[in-house]
Protein backbone atom coordinates (compact mmCIF):
# COMPACT_ATOMS: atom_id res chain seq x y z
CA UNK A 1 0.00 0.00 0.00
CA UNK A 2 1.39 3.35 -1.09
CA UNK A 3 0.74 6.19 1.83
CA UNK A 4 1.15 10.37 0.80
CA UNK A 5 3.45 11.52 3.90
CA UNK A 6 2.93 15.59 3.86
CA UNK A 7 6.78 16.92 2.43
CA UNK A 8 7.39 19.03 5.98
CA UNK A 9 7.14 16.32 8.35
CA UNK A 10 9.88 14.71 10.41
CA UNK A 11 9.74 11.27 11.32
CA UNK A 12 11.10 9.51 14.16
CA UNK A 13 12.29 5.55 13.47
CA UNK A 14 8.72 4.87 16.09
CA UNK A 15 6.80 6.38 13.40
CA UNK A 16 5.90 9.42 14.80
CA UNK A 17 6.06 12.53 12.52
CA UNK A 18 7.20 16.08 13.87
CA UNK A 19 5.44 18.98 11.73
CA UNK A 20 7.52 22.10 12.66
CA UNK A 21 4.16 25.31 13.01
CA UNK A 22 6.25 28.27 14.01
CA UNK A 23 7.23 27.96 17.13
CA UNK A 24 5.49 24.75 18.06
CA UNK A 25 5.61 21.56 16.84
CA UNK A 26 2.65 19.17 16.23
CA UNK A 27 3.17 15.60 16.91
CA UNK A 28 1.46 12.86 15.99
CA UNK A 29 1.48 9.01 14.78
CA UNK A 30 2.12 8.00 10.74
CA UNK A 31 -0.31 7.14 8.33
CA UNK A 32 1.89 3.45 7.84
CA UNK A 33 1.60 2.91 11.92
CA UNK A 34 -2.36 3.78 11.98
CA UNK A 35 -2.69 1.33 9.26
CA UNK A 36 -0.42 -1.61 10.50
CA UNK A 37 -2.45 -0.83 14.20
CA UNK A 38 -5.78 -1.39 12.11
CA UNK A 39 -9.16 -0.52 14.04
CA UNK A 40 -8.05 2.10 16.97
CA UNK A 41 -10.29 1.96 19.61
CA UNK A 42 -8.73 4.41 22.87
CA UNK A 43 -5.61 7.07 22.78
CA UNK A 44 -4.12 7.73 25.85
CA UNK A 45 -1.97 11.26 25.89
CA UNK A 46 -0.08 13.54 28.33
CA UNK A 47 -1.50 16.26 30.20
CA UNK A 48 -0.70 19.71 29.44
CA UNK A 49 2.42 21.35 30.85
CA UNK A 50 3.88 17.96 30.58
CA UNK A 51 7.93 17.88 29.60
CA UNK A 52 8.82 15.60 26.84
CA UNK A 53 12.21 14.06 26.66
CA UNK A 54 13.21 12.67 23.35
CA UNK A 55 12.76 8.76 22.62
CA UNK A 56 10.23 9.06 26.33
CA UNK A 57 7.20 7.50 25.97
CA UNK A 58 4.29 10.14 25.84
CA UNK A 59 1.29 8.04 25.77
CA UNK A 60 -0.48 4.97 23.79
CA UNK A 61 -2.79 4.05 21.17
CA UNK A 62 -4.92 0.78 21.98
CA UNK A 63 -6.01 -1.25 18.60
CA UNK A 64 -8.39 -4.25 18.79
CA UNK A 65 -4.97 -6.02 17.74
CA UNK A 66 -2.52 -4.50 20.68
CA UNK A 67 -1.35 -1.74 22.76
CA UNK A 68 1.24 0.62 21.17
CA UNK A 69 3.35 3.46 23.24
CA UNK A 70 4.35 6.09 21.17
CA UNK A 71 7.32 8.38 21.51
CA UNK A 72 8.13 11.80 21.35
CA UNK A 73 10.31 12.64 18.83
CA UNK A 74 11.65 15.58 20.44
CA UNK A 75 11.96 17.25 23.48
CA UNK A 76 9.74 19.98 24.53
CA UNK A 77 6.60 20.72 26.66
CA UNK A 78 3.16 19.95 26.12
CA UNK A 79 1.30 23.14 25.04
CA UNK A 80 -1.90 21.35 23.38
CA UNK A 81 -3.26 18.18 22.87
CA UNK A 82 -6.20 17.25 20.54
CA UNK A 83 -8.93 16.26 22.59
CA UNK A 84 -11.73 15.43 19.70
CA UNK A 85 -8.93 12.76 19.20
CA UNK A 86 -9.49 11.26 22.89
CA UNK A 87 -13.40 10.95 22.72
CA UNK A 88 -13.49 9.77 19.17
CA UNK A 89 -10.19 7.96 18.10
CA UNK A 90 -11.74 6.77 14.79
CA UNK A 91 -10.65 10.26 13.78
CA UNK A 92 -6.81 9.32 14.13
CA UNK A 93 -7.46 6.56 11.97
CA UNK A 94 -9.46 8.48 9.56
CA UNK A 95 -6.68 11.52 9.41
CA UNK A 96 -3.48 10.78 11.43
CA UNK A 97 -1.77 13.83 9.23
CA UNK A 98 -4.36 16.38 9.75
CA UNK A 99 -7.08 16.24 12.14
CA UNK A 100 -5.42 13.65 13.55
CA UNK A 101 -3.10 15.23 15.32
CA UNK A 102 -2.10 14.26 18.96
CA UNK A 103 -0.03 17.04 20.45
CA UNK A 104 1.53 20.08 19.76
CA UNK A 105 4.74 21.19 22.01
CA UNK A 106 7.07 23.80 22.32
CA UNK A 107 10.36 22.40 21.64
CA UNK A 108 13.17 22.97 24.19
CA UNK A 109 16.10 21.96 21.39
CA UNK A 110 15.42 22.85 17.69
CA UNK A 111 18.59 20.67 17.16
CA UNK A 112 16.85 17.43 17.54
CA UNK A 113 14.44 18.20 14.23
CA UNK A 114 18.25 17.60 12.33
CA UNK A 115 17.90 14.08 13.36
CA UNK A 116 14.80 12.78 12.27
CA UNK A 117 14.14 11.36 8.79
CA UNK A 118 12.68 13.41 6.16
CA UNK A 119 9.91 12.49 4.13
CA UNK A 120 11.56 10.82 1.19
CA UNK A 121 13.85 9.10 4.00
CA UNK A 122 10.53 7.78 5.99
CA UNK A 123 8.64 6.68 2.84
CA UNK A 124 11.69 4.42 2.02
CA UNK A 125 11.83 2.46 5.47
CA UNK A 126 8.32 2.11 5.31
CA UNK A 127 8.51 0.40 1.50
CA UNK A 128 10.90 -2.58 2.94
CA UNK A 129 8.29 -3.19 5.55
Not at 105 to 119: F, G, N, Q, V, Y
Request: glycine share 8%.
Amino acid sequence: MAFDFPDHFLFADSHEYASPEGDLVKIGISAFAVDQLGDIVFVDLPDIGTSLERGSAFGSVESVKAVEDMFAPISGEVVGINEAVLDNPEGLQNDPHGEGWLLKIRPSALSELKELMDTESYKTKVAMK
